[in-house]
């Protein structure tokens, strides 16, 4: 099973209805389209022209999304409600020049901001793909940053292979 499978069987349960739920990274649309069909609303951001337009079409007909052009760093301007999950699918678009990788710095910054926007017992499930240009920098960044501040991983995946994707599952409190 690779990570996007493992997440989409596991975040199933963690959604109601009613809940707000946040994609960081829409790409082609996929884990928004997703998300949409688990929650009240969804709102997706990718700092990529070309995602936001292939999400936009993936995402035609969707009533309970709105798409936001913008690095994930300013999701604090965006949203002023608690939210139940957020999801970071980290790395590139795919079938690209690869020039939107996700950057660690940027990244910490999204996940501090998220984490304060979290409802208690919320979620934060994030993929990182440590075979990617600073996939692997960016992933010890944000590992030494959860393990520092004691956060609670409740769910960590990955297929054991060398530079496979780790996914974890953060819960607050
Ligand atoms: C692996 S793709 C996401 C796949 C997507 N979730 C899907 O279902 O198709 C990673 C996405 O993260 C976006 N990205 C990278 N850095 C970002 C940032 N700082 N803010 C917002 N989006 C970012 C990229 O542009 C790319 O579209």
Do not use: C
């Not at 989409?8 to 829409?26: E, F, G």
């Not at 660690?104 to 240009?133: C, N, P, W």
Request: glycine share 6%; net charge positive.
């Amino acid at each position: 099973m690779n990570n996007n499978t493992f997440v989409h069987k596991y975040v199933r349960s963690l959604i109601h209805p009613d809940d707000l739920t946040v994609d960081m990274t829409a790409g082609n649309g996929n884990d928004t389209l997703f998300l949409s069909g688990l929650s009240r609303k969804v709102i997706a951001f990718d700092i990529s022209e070309e995602a936001i337009r292939r999400s936009k079409e993936r995402l035609k007909g969707k009533n309970n999304v709105v798409l936001i052009h913008d690095n994930h760093a300013n999701v604090d301007q965006y949203i002023h409600e608690k939210v139940r999950l957020f999801l970071f699918n980290l790395g590139y678009l795919p079938n690209s020049d690869g020039s939107s990788i996700s950057k660690g710095e940027d990244t910490l910054s999204a996940f501090q901001k998220a984490y304060t926007l979290l409802e208690d017992m919320g979620y934060i499930v994030i993929t990182f793909y440590l075979g990617h240009r600073g996939g692997k920098d960016e992933f010890y960044l944000l590992d030494a940053y959860i393990r520092k501040n004691r956060l609670q991983i409740t769910e960590t995946y990955s297929q054991n292979k060398v530079n496979s994707p780790v996914t974890y599952i953060i819960r607050k409190g």
